[in-house]
């Protein structure tokens, strides 16, 4: 699975989590803090939104305990060969009959300029409704990671890559819309070029997606210093329900 993911730049791992455990989250969603004062909206290029929700600190709560779980950061370890931090959390609220889409873009096209060195950081997306192509699931181009990144400019309030590229490179590489089950994870290398589509649908598409750096990758803070870090810690339980 770690060679699919080296050459492909993702890996899907079905029903990682539980329904208990997605209802839990989903019950967060909607009636907690966290998600309830982070919130902001995006605009894609035709002014349509996508609301996001972001968070820098690991708490005491779901999100940080899913973040934390065993699943997710021992398989990323795995998967990056290396002991990685928790960079951070967001839950995207594609919802029902509205949601915007995310314009093409490669993670790292964002963080290379938050001071990344290099783009050895990951991202896993942990689906809690079904995600489909009706109500605009994820979209990569398989292997575009090998391309290392692209530039990018604004697109709507997005940031999205380069748009005359991404017309050669979509004629290249295989287009892989990634359905998936509430409770899956997709695994998504920094370079892949992903995208979303609009949310036409009656069904809402939310999704919780945690990102990590590696130990060893160096961020220069805005003062020009090295930010300080410390090893994503792993929970010793097995079941996110059992410390809420
Ligand atoms: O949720 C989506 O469809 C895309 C989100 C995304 O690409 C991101 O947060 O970087």
Same mark, same amino acid.
């Given at each position: 699975?770690?060679?699919?993911?080296?050459?492909?730049?993702?890996?899907?791992?079905?029903?990682?989590?539980?329904?208990?455990?997605?209802?839990?989250?989903?019950?967060?969603?909607? #009636?907690?803090?966290?998600?309830?004062?982070?919130?902001?909206?995006?605009?894609?290029?035709?002014?349509?939104?996508?609301?996001?929700? $972001?968070?820098?600190?690991?708490?005491? &709560?779901?999100?940080?305990?899913?973040?934390? &779980?065993?699943?997710?950061?021992?398989?990323?370890?795995?998967?990056?060969?290396? &002991?990685?931090?928790?960079?951070?959390?967001?839950?995207?609220?594609?919802?029902?009959?509205?949601?915007?889409?995310?314009?093409?873009?490669?993670?790292?096209?964002?963080?290379?300029?938050?001071?990344?060195?290099?783009?050895?950081? $990951?991202?896993?997306?942990?689906?809690?409704?079904?995600?489909?192509?009706?109500?605009?699931?994820? #979209?990569?181009?398989?292997?575009? =990671? =090998?391309?290392?990144?692209?530039? =990018?400019?604004?697109?709507?309030?997005?940031?999205?890559? &380069?748009?005359?590229?991404?017309?050669?490179?979509?004629?290249?590489?295989?287009?892989?819309?990634?359905?998936?089950?509430?409770?899956?994870?997709?695994?998504?290398?920094?370079?892949?070029? =992903?995208?979303?589509?609009?949310?036409?649908?009656?069904?809402?598409?939310?999704?919780?997606?945690?990102?990590?750096?590696?130990?060893?990758?160096?961020? $220069?803070?805005?003062?020009?210093?090295?930010?300080?870090?410390?090893?994503?810690?792993?929970?010793?339980?097995?079941?996110?329900?059992?410390?809420?």
């Amino acid at each position: 699975m770690a060679e699919d993911f080296r050459r492909d730049g993702y890996l899907l791992l079905s029903n990682a989590f539980n329904k208990e455990e997605v209802a839990a989250l989903l019950q967060e969603v909607e #009636q907690g803090d966290r998600v309830a004062t982070s919130s902001y909206d995006t605009q894609d290029a035709e002014g349509r939104k996508a609301q996001i929700a $972001i968070w820098h600190e690991l708490g005491s &709560d779901i999100w940080s305990r899913v973040s934390t &779980d065993p699943r997710i950061v021992n398989n990323v370890r795995l998967l990056m060969g290396e &002991d990685v931090a928790f960079f951070h959390g967001k839950v995207i609220l594609k919802l029902a009959r509205g949601g915007g889409s995310w314009e093409w873009h490669q993670d790292y096209g964002y963080w290379y300029n938050q001071g990344f060195l290099y783009p050895r950081m $990951i991202s896993a997306f942990v689906s809690l409704d079904p995600s489909v192509k009706e109500n605009g699931c994820l #979209q990569v181009l398989k292997g575009s =990671h =090998h391309l290392g990144r692209l530039e =990018h400019g604004t697109v709507g309030t997005q940031t999205g890559a &380069d748009a005359g590229r991404i017309g050669i490179i979509e004629g290249m590489l295989e287009r892989v819309p990634v359905e998936m089950e509430p409770g899956s994870v997709l695994f998504f290398d920094s370079n892949l070029l =992903h995208t979303s589509g609009p949310n036409d649908s009656d069904m809402h598409r939310r999704s919780f997606i945690i990102c990590y750096n590696a130990m060893a990758n160096p961020q $220069i803070g805005e003062n020009g210093q090295m930010v300080e870090r410390k090893s994503c810690p792993v929970s010793e339980f097995s079941d996110i329900l059992e410390t809420v």
